[in-house]
């Protein structure tokens, strides 16, 4: 049974810098296809893809917030953590990690998802 | 990066068949995924590839492609469709992996 848990600060403060981790269960980062995507949704908005990782450890980013995101994971705890820097209150958001599959092919797709953290951004 | 282009909101009458699209460029080269999102809910996994359901979708959901154009059918709708819907699929305006979402749909079922 594959789950996905989003883990960090409810609140941050303009200009700190975000730390989200991932932890997931149910499959391994390092069998060959596998990927985990952060998505994150402002209040009644629509869905933003920010950032890919890979099983081989390639990594992706939103080309408009390329600058301020880095993924990483750790295999061993099962773990995906991203950092998001300079943070702003139009980054307040819902941000969510999924299970990403076929990435490389044309037929990407999210098929579990995390609840979700409410990321709020104020002073 | 590339667009994929939703209507903001679509009615259907209960039991009745409904039909959300999604357009945009990268629909030419990459298949659309559709994720449907309750209030309050992490997005759920509808239809995948060329007209896949992940186990647990009703087969009242179905998917399809022509052009730069991807349709989510829904035939037979029922009070519990009722939800936002998105689309996403790769980007094809880069020469790196990148992914892109629709504006989403909400769906309000009469």
């Known amino acids: 049974q594959v789950t996905l848990r989003e883990s960090g600060p409810a609140l941050v403060k303009p200009t700190q810098t975000l730390t989200l981790t991932c932890t997931f269960s149910?499959?391994?980062?390092?069998?060959?296809?596998?990927?985990v995507s952060w998505i994150r949704q402002p209040p009644g908005k629509a869905l933003e893809w920010l950032a890919l990782?890979?099983?081989?450890?390639?990594?992706y980013y939103s080309t408009s917030l390329k600058t301020r995101l880095t993924i990483s994971k750790d295999t061993s705890k099962n773990q995906v953590v991203l950092t998001m820097t300079n943070m702003d209150p139009v980054d307040t958001a819902t941000y969510y990690c999924?299970?990403?599959?076929?990435?490389?092919?044309?037929?990407?797709?999210?098929?579990?998802w995390g609840q979700g953290t409410l990321v709020t951004v104020s002073s | 990066s590339s667009e994929l282009t939703q209507d903001p909101a679509v009615s259907v009458a209960l039991g009745q068949t409904v039909r959300i699209t999604c357009q945009g460029d990268?629909?030419?080269?990459?298949?659309a995924s559709w994720y449907q999102q309750k209030p309050g809910q992490a997005p759920v996994l509808v239809i995948y590839?060329?007209?896949n359901r992940p186990s647990g979708i009703p087969d009242r959901f179905s998917g399809s492609s022509s052009g730069n154009t991807a349709s989510l059918t829904i035939t037979g709708a029922q009070a519990e469709d009722e939800a936002d819907y998105y689309c996403?699929?790769?980007?094809?305006?880069?020469?790196?992996?990148?992914?892109?979402f629709g504006g989403g749909t909400k769906l309000t079922v009469l």
């Open positions: 999924a299970r990403t599959l076929n990435a490389y092919s044309s037929r990407l797709f999210f098929d579990y």
């Open positions: 149910g499959f391994s980062l390092s069998t060959s296809g596998m990927c």
């Open positions: 990782i890979d099983w081989d450890d390639d990594k």
């Open positions: 990268s629909l030419r080269s990459y298949y």
């Open positions: 590839g060329k007209n």
């Open positions: 996403n699929s790769r980007d094809s305006s880069g020469n790196h992996l990148e992914v892109v």
